[in-house]
């Protein structure tokens, strides 16, 4: 598989403000793919993010656009800091080509919030629960294999433990607390990490109890990232087996943002959702 760079949220800025800069001059990508000297699916491509736009290009493009030089020098700072490369990039071939996008994405979010049906969510995976879950594909993974993707997945929950941790707030299925994943053991251990998670401030979990019956996410689980930056659009991301899909249209967020909200008020509060952890491993000590 060819390396392919996972967009930052650096990236996706600048790919929105190049699109808006030519909007506003009203030229189309086959216009300025011809004073580029380039083609206009290149164009398309910088401007969609799914490339990481050279210096060069960028200059160029901001001089079309007649950019004003104080301007110019900021967006081009932008430009250099969305051409750094994340500890994720070096690791481009060993994580799933659909999943890259959103290990960049999730480095640079200040809030992640979302709803899960069947497993803990990633983040909050102890290696052995992770194991156990990676393990239960049915195309078992070479021992090789499996030592990475654990490896990865324990090096993307650093974010937690950093200076400026993304604001989780994340609504379980109680399935998710009661499905047996491995030996007793390790489940009660899982739980335990959990409970502790969710007495941290910048962690909220909430369980969607069976008792509240059917509800407006019965079709899937979905996380919503949100950026430090005004600028930077709000993602949701959905993931299916060996897939996934991007929103950014606003409708789409904002009718996500909607369902999270409906998801929490009807889940049991962060302290209930702690002693149903408590009942379901017999305590947590």
Request: glycine residues 10%; negative net charge; without cysteine.
């Given at each position: 598989m060819t390396a392919q760079r996972s967009p930052s949220a650096r990236q996706r800025r600048l790919a929105a403000v190049l699109r808006g800069l030519r909007k506003e001059k009203g030229m189309s990508r086959e216009t300025v793919a011809e004073?580029?000297?380039c083609s206009a699916p290149t164009i398309t491509r910088i401007e969609a993010a799914t490339v990481g736009a050279r210096i060069a290009d960028v200059t160029m493009l901001l001089e079309i656009y007649e950019v004003p030089a104080h301007t110019r020098e900021v967006l081009l700072q932008l430009a250099r800091d969305a051409r750094k490369r994340g500890w994720w990039d070096k690791l481009s071939d060993t994580i799933p080509e659909y999943f890259q996008s959103y290990v960049g994405l999730e480095e640079d979010a200040s809030s992640i919030t979302g709803y899960e049906t069947e497993y803990v969510p990633g983040l909050f995976q102890t290696e052995e629960y992770a194991r156990a879950i990676m393990s239960a594909e049915p195309a078992l993974p070479s021992e090789e294999e499996l030592a990475l993707s654990l490896a990865i997945r324990m090096k993307r929950q650093e974010v937690l433990k950093s200076a400026y941790p993304p604001e989780m707030w994340m609504v379980l299925n109680?399935?998710?607390?009661?499905?047996?994943?491995?030996e007793e053991g390790l489940m009660h251990r899982q739980l335990r990490h959990l409970h502790e998670l969710s007495s941290q401030n910048s962690i909220n979990i909430q369980v969607l109890p069976f008792s509240s019956g059917a509800h407006p996410a019965m079709n899937g689980g979905f996380s919503i990232l949100k950026f430090p930056k005004l600028s930077?659009?709000?993602?949701?991301?959905?993931?299916?087996?060996?897939?996934?899909?991007?929103?950014?249209?606003?409708?789409?967020?904002?009718?996500?943002?909607?369902?999270?909200?409906?998801?929490?008020?009807?889940?049991?509060?962060?302290?209930?959702?702690?002693?149903?952890?408590?009942?379901?491993?017999?305590?947590?000590?």
């Open positions: 004073l580029m000297g109680e399935a998710v607390i009661r499905r047996a994943v491995g930077d659009p709000d993602v949701v991301y959905l993931e299916y087996w060996r897939g996934s899909i991007y929103l950014e249209e606003p409708h789409d967020v904002n009718a996500y943002n909607r369902l999270f909200d409906h998801l929490r008020a009807r889940a049991l509060g962060p302290d209930q959702t702690r002693r149903l952890i408590e009942q379901v491993t017999g305590g947590t000590r």
